[in-house]
């Protein structure tokens, strides 16, 4: 009994201490079963009236009528919850309604077995009062357990007023059966704690992981780096945008971005400057756009944001905003990290009214972005589609070429004008792709720098380049263009110093060439390369002189042994004096600077001549000698036509 005594005080704290969201299920558990109420309710009104008939009393009559007042207006409360849902808000409301009704009920049933009792002398009509009222209140133990301080209520005031009825004769059978009711009483009592301490742990743990489950939801549907939406929540809530679409009245932007450079960034000052780069970006995005749009990321470097507009004046002014953002530095670790974004942007309905139309439209927009320069916006038109879907495709195709083998090299030589000999001999990548057949190196080798392919490709290069040349006569060096990422990598001198052991091919008959516009883009990184690179006495070249921002002062900077003088110069040497003074003042300043002259693009007899008359020191061209496989390199350098034909 103390035990029963103190589980009742504690159960006096312990509704405190739940959560509304809890208690708003434990009152829901009130109305869950309407059809036993209604059963319960229509019985007790019926025994009610049958003994009110039977006996005749105006009380009981009274009381019965009551009875089924009281049931019929519980009844209507019933139908009425279980048609709304109980949420934490109302159920405090349904709750102080379900007990004004349950009180009454309870106590009417009470008060009719004690009138029973104490005004009729039939024992069948005392039966009937007294199971009626022991019966509802047996089921009260059960049903309404959820909330206990209201079934322990039902439940004294339905069976105690029997006992009371009963001890009013001073009979020893009902004294006896006074006794039995109130042990019945504390037996419910137990049995309704215990099943709501059952109900309340079951209703915890499945709230518990109801919610764990709702956090693993929102967790699965967010970019673990950025805390921005991921592609799952983006596409979820991008085809949500377009079925409210149509009666917005207004128009849906999607922009899709790419961060520029972010692999160099990655390869030069490691994943964790990296990662910072894209939380910064995705951070400002998610700041300055507010709720009715969406801020995702697709995985990589990749961003796309949906936001309402009303025409495309306005996508475009938030365009500028979005690329604005990202070129804003980022400070890591003492460094400032720089980037920009690409941006390809669809408009529904016009640019497509479903979610896979528009993001196709946006990528060829993002492709159109790209090719024309970085920290550029595009929008989509559908012009775009031939031109750019044959880049898309070729982006793929050069994933994997090299491992279906279908790059080879062409060497052109190189002679010298002074011996009209063989020098050296350029590298130049050629593909031959499965389903394009052959590809310009023009058109392959921006998307192979875009998609990041271009560093394997480039390791392939200079790996073989040095395999070949390895047999040539030691005099005979061999020249490989580096692409800007590859001279902005930091492991460039590692991948050079292990292409030069694999080979066994003297550091000094390396000639790696770069074009001088790669130098501005970043000066302290490129000079720190050069240098790198001449420490392992490997030759470095300035590729395509003159076609750049040309500036004395770089070239005292940059440690070259070499200039190359760009095509366009010697094309013009037959009909133009400036021409043939340009060409004249590059040779003569590398002569000044302790640098050998290239001319490249030779042709003709006439512009042979008027290099000579120059004095460069070395040309090569197709008037000389094509581009041509290793082994006709190999006959030609063992003495069948080394020599220049002009």
Excluded at 331 to 346: E, F, Q, W, Y
Aim: charged share 20%; net charge negative.
């Amino acid at each position: 009994m103390a035990r029963l005594i103190a589980r009742l005080r504690e159960l006096r704290h312990s509704d405190h201490r739940i959560t509304a969201q809890v208690r708003a299920v434990l009152v829901e558990s009130l109305y869950a079963s309407t059809q036993s109420l209604v059963i319960g309710a229509l019985t007790s009104t019926t025994i009610a009236a049958v003994v009110a008939w039977a006996t005749v009393d105006a009380w009981l009559a009274a009381a019965a009528v009551a009875i089924g007042v009281v049931g019929a207006l519980r009844i209507a409360d019933a139908l009425r919850a279980h048609r709304v849902d109980v949420d934490a808000e109302a159920a405090a409301r349904h709750e102080v309604g379900y007990r004004v009704g349950a009180l009454a009920y309870s106590g009417l049933l009470g008060l009719f077995g004690f009138l029973t009792l104490t005004r009729s002398g039939d024992g069948v009509v005392q039966l009937l009062a007294v199971t009626t009222a022991i019966g509802y209140a047996a089921g009260i133990a059960g049903r309404n357990a959820g909330r206990p301080r209201i079934a322990l209520a039902q439940l004294c005031l339905a069976s105690l007023p029997l006992s009371a009825g009963l001890l009013i004769g001073f009979e020893p059978l009902k004294l006896v059966l006074a006794a039995v009711i109130v042990l019945f009483v504390v037996a419910m009592i137990d049995i309704t704690l215990q099943t709501y301490g059952a109900l309340l742990k079951a209703t915890l743990v499945s709230h518990e992981n109801a919610a764990l489950a709702a956090h693993h939801a929102a967790h699965a549907r967010r970019d673990d780096l950025t805390g921005v939406a991921n592609r799952t929540a983006f596409r979820e809530q991008f085809e949500e945008r377009l079925r409210m679409l149509p009666g917005s009245g207004s128009k849906l932007a999607l922009y899709w971005l790419d961060l520029d450079r972010f692999k160099e960034i990655n390869d030069t000052f490691g994943h964790l400057a990296g990662n910072a780069l894209l939380a910064a970006v995705a951070g400002r995005l998610r700041t300055h756009f507010d709720h009715e749009s969406v801020v995702a990321r697709l995985g990589g470097d990749e961003f796309a944001i949906l936001s309402p507009v009303g025409d495309r004046q306005e996508a475009a002014t938030i365009g500028a905003a979005i690329l604005a953002l990202v070129r804003r530095p980022v400070a890591h670790d003492g460094h400032s990290l720089r980037t920009s974004a690409s941006i390809g942007v669809a408009l529904a309905p016009e640019n497509g009214r479903e979610a896979d139309t528009l993001l196709k439209n946006a990528d060829l927009a993002l492709y159109r972005a790209k090719e024309s320069g970085r920290g550029q916006l595009y929008f989509y038109e559908p012009v775009m589609d031939e031109k750019i879907e044959r880049r898309r495709q070729l982006d793929y195709e050069l994933h994997g070429a090299l491992e279906r083998g279908e790059f080879h090299l062409l060497f052109q030589p190189i002679f010298d004008l002074a011996a009209s000999r063989v020098l050296s001999c350029e590298v130049l990548l050629r593909w031959t792709n499965r389903h394009h057949g052959v590809v310009s190196p023009v058109e392959f080798i921006p998307i192979a720098e875009d998609n990041g392919t271009i560093d394997a490709i480039g390791h392939w290069v200079l790996y073989q380049a040095c395999e070949v040349a390895r047999d040539w006569p030691a005099d005979i060096s061999i020249a490989v263009n580096l692409s800007p990422i590859q001279l902005r990598a930091t492991h460039l001198p590692a991948v050079v110093l292990d292409a030069l052991n694999a080979s066994g091919m003297p550091p000094e008959r390396l000639n790696l060439e770069v074009t001088e516009t790669v130098l501005l883009e970043d000066v302290e990184t490129s000079l720190a390369a050069l240098e790198a690179l001449n420490r392992l006495r490997v030759r470095t070249t300035l590729d395509d002189f003159g076609t750049g921002y040309s500036s004395l002062s770089y070239l005292t900077r940059f440690p070259f042994q070499t200039l190359k003088i760009d095509r366009s110069f010697v094309t013009d040497l037959e009909r133009s004096p400036a021409s043939i003074a340009i060409v004249q003042t590059v040779v003569d300043l590398g002569a000044q600077l302790g640098m050998r002259t290239i001319a490249e693009g030779v042709e003709t007899q006439a512009q042979l001549d008027q290099l000579r008359r120059t004095r460069c020191d070395a040309v090569q061209g197709y008037l000389l000698a094509r581009p041509m496989p290793a082994a006709m390199v190999s006959a030609m350098l063992a003495g069948k036509g080394s020599e220049a034909t002009g």
